[in-house]
Every structure is written in structure tokens, then in C-alpha cells.
Nanobody, 123 residues
Framework: QLQLVESGGGLVQPGGSLRLSCAGS????????IGWFRQAPGKAREGVAC?????????NYADSVKGRFTISKDGAKNTVYLQMNSLKPEDTAIYSC???????????????WGQGTQVTVSS
């Protein structure tokens, strides 16, 4: 059974960088599209980025993070990464990764979710 575990969150200053990891266990991530989502207190969940499965490298990004965030995967490590640069206070949220059947920024397309990791951008 596939499990997803996020790591790499923490406190960073505005303009700084952080790399989040989404590690799969129990099953290969090869077949899945993997998406990153975030949710701040009192706000709706927002799709941030996704990458296609089955060896495809197609990606999709929310307008709010284009040019700043990059999603990638390492098949040998069964891990998907989210590199976050030029971070802003409004990026503060709990970030979760999820496995689904297509590279979409809609959470309904994903069947398996990790527990989330906190990212706080503050001076």
C-alpha cells in the first residue's frame, strides 16, 4: 500500500529557498501523477504544482508560484521534490503531496495524501 511522507518544511525568511520532499513507500511512484498542495489557516486548499507519472515529465504550476517553484522527481529514490525559491510570506501554509491519475491542480484528482509539512515564511 502506497504511503507518502513529506519533509523539508520549516521557517525561512522572505526571499529565501526551501526544498520539500515527498517520499513514497510501500509502492513505486512511477505510475502516479504527484501533486503538491497547500492550505493556510482559514483559506481553501490550493494546488501548487504537479508532475505526470509513467516516465512523463509534464508539469503544471499555479500562477502564484510560476517562475519560483519547480517540481521534479527522482525515480531511484522514489521521491518527488518541490524546490521553492523567492519565498513570500503568502507562501506560508501546510504543504501536502498526493498521488493521483493525472497532473492536475484539482485535489479531487488525487487518491492518496501525505500528512503535510509546515512552511513558514517570515522575517
Amino acid at each position: 500500500q502506497l504511503q507518502l511522507v513529506e519533509s523539508g518544511g520549516g521557517l525561512v525568511q522572505p526571499g529565501g529557498s526551501l526544498r520539500l520532499s515527498c517520499a513514497g513507500s510501500g509502492y513505486t511512484l512511477y505510475y502516479y501523477a504527484i501533486g503538491w498542495f497547500r492550505q493556510a489557516p482559514g483559506k481553501a486548499r490550493e494546488g501548487v504544482a504537479c508532475i505526470s507519472g509513467r516516465g512523463d515529465s509534464s508539469t503544471n504550476y499555479a500562477d502564484s508560484v510560476k517562475g519560483r517553484f519547480t517540481i521534479s522527481k527522482d525515480g531511484a529514490k522514489n521521491t518527488v521534490y518541490l524546490q521553492m525559491n523567492s519565498l513570500k510570506p503568502e507562501d506560508t501554509a501546510i504543504y501536502s503531496c498526493a498521488a493521483g491519475w493525472g497532473c492536475s491542480l484539482a485535489g479531487s484528482e488525487y487518491a492518496r495524501w501525505g500528512q503535510g509539512t509546515q512552511v513558514t515564511v517570515s522575517s
